[in-house]
Nanobody
Framework: QVQLVESGGGLVQPGGSLTLSCAASGINFSIHTMGWYRQAPGKQRELVASISRGGSTNIADSVKGRFTISRDNLKNTVYLQMNSLKPEDTAVYYC?????????WGQGTQVTVSS
């Protein structure tokens, strides 16, 4: 059974930082492209960042320079380091694992940026 379990979300003030983690099980983690998506109320889900099996990263323009994605293949975990958070970063953040045409999703973790 495939499981992607996100953690690390919460409430943070503007300018603050959070680190999201996604622990994967039931998949060959090292061959999957891992990604973080987010969905704000009333908006479509959008890609925030992804990291390939080889470590190449793709970062959305809206978070470039503030967010960093990384992976630990020994721990089957992908991370999203979020700095200089803004209110517009408020959303549910979802972990995604993709290999060719197969994709899996986590249940999501809420990130709220507010003073």
């Amino acid at each position: 059974q495939v499981q992607l379990v996100e953690s690390g979300g919460g409430l943070v003030q503007p300018g603050g930082s959070l680190t999201l983690s996604c622990a994967a099980s039931g998949i060959n983690f090292s061959i999957h492209t891992m990604g973080w998506y987010r969905q704000a109320p009333g908006k479509q889900r959008e890609l925030v960042a992804s990291i390939s099996r080889g470590g190449s990263t793709n970062i959305a323009d809206s978070v470039k320079g503030r967010f960093t994605i990384s992976r630990d293949n020994l721990k089957n975990t992908v991370y999203l380091q979020m700095n200089s958070l803004k209110p517009e970063d408020t959303a549910v953040y979802y972990c995604n694992a993709r290999w060719i045409t197969v994709a899996y999703w986590g249940q999501g973790t809420q990130v709220t940026v507010s003073s």
